[in-house]
Every structure is written in C-alpha cells, then in structure tokens.
T-cell receptor, first 113, second 114 residues
C-alpha cells in the first residue's frame, strides 16, 4: 500500500530548465494537492485539484503549472526554473469535500542553481 | 495575512514531561483543526484532529484542546518521548466553499531531551 508516491525524490536543475514532478495515489481520493515547504514558511499550497478534471490555484501558484491526468495522478511542472523555486515539494491527497484529513507523500527535494 | 499562527518556532522538553504546542487562528469560519508531525526527510503525517463542536480530543499520549472563544488550540503530549522530536504543524479548514484546502501554520520544532 504505497499511499502517495512522488517522483523524483531529488533533483538539481539549472536556472531556466524545465521539469515535471509526478505524483500518484492509490487511495482512491478525489482531491490532490501540491505544497512547498521552505524554512520558516511552513507548508504553502501551490495548486490543488478538487476532483478529476479540475485544478485551482493555491497560495503560491506563480511559476508552476499542474495537470490532473486522471484520478490517480497529479503532476506539477516548472516551465523555467528559478532559484526561488528551490524547495521541498509535497504532493497530498484528500477524500474530497467530505474528507477532513490530508495525506502526504514523502517529498521531492528540488534545487535550482 | 497568516490565518494560522504557531508563534513558537521551537520547544525543548525533558523526556517524561509534558509538551504543549500552541496554535492560534484568525478565521472564525474554521471548523476543523488538525495536527501533523514531520520528521526530517519525510512527509508530514496526520497526528490528531478536532472538530469545532468539541473542546477536547484524546488519542493515547496526545490530546488536543480547542478554545473557540480565544481562537486557540493546543497539543499536549504526555509523557514526552525522544521519538516525539519532530516539527509539528497545526492546520485548519472550514466547511463550504473552498473546503478542499487546509491552511497550515509555520510549524514548531519539538526537541525531547533524554
């Protein structure tokens, strides 16, 4: 039972490069999220998908795009990476509007040089 | 505008004593509150939650207290153990429009000293 799986776990990018963080869940949850965690800043929501086919901006969406590929998968894309996007990224899922608890993946460490 | 605040970035407690982590919120629409625990290099894991219709919820060594009038909640860990050393995040949500989102505090790093 993997729960929420993120790939890659570690990545180093050069400024201006693009990359996609992948997230897959086997919890049959409707809602999926991408958060970033920075020192002293807590967990900040980048984008979320309330259900398959929908995506919405969170608190810090600039510089990112997302795709809810199907119910299981939610990807986060950096089109032109910047050093300010160096962070730890967490994918998460929730059952949906009726669910209260978010379940997180193990994180993806991204460094932009 | 920070809606969920954890004003203590860190806390040190002796093993066996009580750890009290505090959280304040400003949005009176919040009606469900959660605590997450995070070890280094791992994702946050759900610890305990409380609905606004209650003022206390207990799960083993962990108890969360909610004071709605003060817009304050606290997490008590008794007795504290070295394995409890982690960053603890408080989170809040509300029912209705936008209820898909959790709003997190910045976290409190708990160190339990053997």
């Amino acid at each position: 039972n993997a729960g929420v799986t993120q790939t890659p776990k570690f990545q180093v990018l050069k400024t201006g490069q693009s990359m996609t963080l992948q997230c897959a869940q086997d919890m049959n949850h409707n809602s999926m999220y991408w958060y970033r965690q920075d020192p002293g800043m807590g967990l900040r929501l980048i984008y979320y998908s309330a259900s398959e086919g929908t995506t919405d901006k969170g608190e810090v969406p600039n510089g990112y795009n997302v795709s809810r590929l199907n119910k299981r998968e939610f990807s986060l894309r950096l089109e032109s990476a910047a050093p300010s996007q160096t962070s730890v990224y967490f994918c998460a899922t929730k059952a949906g509007i009726s669910g209260n608890t978010i379940y997180f993946g193990e994180g993806s460490w991204l460094t932009v040089v | 505008d920070q809606q969920v605040k954890q004003n203590s970035p860190s806390l040190s407690v002796q093993e066996g004593r009580i750890s009290i982590l505090n959280c304040d919120y400003t949005n009176s629409m919040f009606d469900y509150f959660l605590w997450y625990k995070k070890y280094p290099a791992e994702g946050p894991t759900f610890l305990i939650s409380i609905s606004s219709i209650k003022d206390k919820n207990e799960d083993g060594r962990f108890t969360v207290f909610l004071n709605k009038s003060a817009k304050h909640l606290s997490l008590h860990i008794v007795p504290s153990q070295p394995g409890d050393s982690a960053v603890y995040f408080c989170a809040a949500k509300y029912s209705g429009a936008g209820s898909y989102q959790l709003t997190f505090g910045k976290g409190t790093k708990l160190s339990v000293i053997p």
